[in-house]
């Protein structure tokens, strides 16, 4: 059974950091490209990070750039999201989501990130 369990949410600073882990339940995580989303209230699903397979191809969506960091440990079934120099904007429930190269997708249940003085 495929899933996904997002953890290391919580509440920082701004300028504060926080690193998100999403752990995977199997071997087939090795297949599957990587994503980082996130959605605050009232605003919708948006793309914050992209790793591919292997880890050599990563992307990330504008308002993170330079900021986050996406990664990932094939032997250990983990996806991470290093953030930096959180802003309250970053404030969202962020999600993992895994996707074949069929293009079948599975998203964990997500964790709060809370950035507020």
């Known amino acids: 059974q495929v899933q996904l369990v997002e953890s290391g949410g919580g509440w920082v600073q701004p300028g504060g950091s926080l690193r998100l882990s999403c752990a995977a339940s199997?071997?087939?995580?090795?297949?599957?490209?990587m994503s980082w989303f996130r959605q605050a209230p009232g605003k919708e699903r948006e793309m914050v990070a992209v790793?591919?397979?292997?880890?050599?191809?990563?992307r990330y969506g504008d308002s993170v750039k330079g900021r986050f960091s996406i990664s990932r440990d094939n032997l250990k079934n983990m996806a991470y999201l290093q953030m930096n120099s959180l802003k309250p904007e970053d404030t969202a429930v962020y999600f993992c989501?895994?996707?074949?190269?069929?293009?079948?997708?599975?998203w964990g249940q997500g964790t709060q990130v809370t950035v507020s003085s």
């Open positions: 989501k895994a996707r074949a190269t069929d293009a079948t997708e599975y």
């Open positions: 790793i591919d397979r292997t880890g050599n191809i990563r």
């Open positions: 199997g071997s087939w995580f090795r297949t599957y490209a």
